[in-house]
């Protein structure tokens, strides 16, 4: 099956501190999407990047497509106190079908 | 607001019975996926409807059994229900199957909170 490894598990920052996560794999994917999940809700989409090499920002956010297509990376600066939350990477291949990272936990010290 | 519910919030029940979580889409939507989360898990994808036909199976049980109705909404059926079904359930929609064209997008709605006594 594919292998998907997204670290770190879990990060503690202070606020106002740059944070920085990245997903791999051994497969070649078509799609990276990021999504951030509050506790007790559902996942909400950050980011969608479709393009090998490409770099998406959304506000405060930034993520990249790599260029092998085997990995992808967010990153969030100046982190504020609603950042908190668990953070998802999810690609998808030829058939469209979503692997979805086991998270990122986020912890931001006011 | 995602455009996507789910009835209802929160479900408290005995082992051994039956419930019905419901999904409805977001309006144009027309894959449906459902996804378990077991308390500090990640995601695990269920099952995957497509304008009414399942498209794929992911690590559903047998107890479990789900549908897409003409007008879109879905229904998941638990079954013969254990502590350990114990979950998030979460519903999510996009625009297309695994099959047609655009965005791989899918679309979360708040989530069903089940718990087995």
């Known amino acids: 099956g594919q292998q998907l490894n997204q670290s770190p598990q879990s990060m503690f920052i202070q606020e106002g501190e740059d944070v920085s996560m990245n997903c791999t794999s051994s497969?070649?994917?078509?799609?990276w999407l990021w999504y951030k999940q509050d506790p007790g809700e559902g996942p909400v989409l950050l980011i969608a990047?479709?393009?090998a090499g490409e770099l998406t920002s959304n506000g405060r956010l930034t993520a990249q497509f790599g260029i092998t297509r085997k990995d992808s990376f967010l990153n969030i600066s100046a982190s504020i106190p609603s950042d908190v939350g668990i953070y998802f990477c999810?690609?998808?291949?030829?058939?469209?079908?979503?692997?979805w990272g086991l998270g990122t936990s986020l912890a931001v010290n006011p | 607001d995602s455009g996507v519910t789910q009835t209802p919030k929160h479900l408290i029940t005995a082992t051994g019975q039956r419930v019905t979580l419901r999904c409805s889409p977001r309006?144009?939507?027309?894959?449906v996926y459902w996804y378990q989360q077991s308390l500090d898990q990640g995601l695990q994808f269920l099952i995957q409807?497509?304008?009414?036909?399942?498209?794929a199976k992911g690590n559903i049980l047998e107890r479990f059994s789900a549908q897409q109705f003409p007008d879109l909404h879905s229904e998941l059926n638990l079954s013969s229900l254990e502590l350990g079904d114990s979950a998030l359930y979460f519903c999510?929609?996009?625009?297309?199957?695994?099959?047609?064209?655009?965005?791989?997008?899918?679309?979360f709605g708040p989530g069903t909170r089940l718990t087995v006594l």
């Open positions: 999510a929609s996009s625009v297309v199957g695994p099959y047609g064209g655009g965005a791989n997008e899918q679309f």
């Open positions: 309006s144009g939507d027309l894959s």
């Open positions: 409807y497509y304008n009414g036909e399942e498209r």
């Open positions: 497969s070649i994917f078509n799609t």
């Open positions: 990047l479709y393009k």
């Open positions: 999810a690609p998808a291949g030829n058939n469209r079908k979503l692997i």
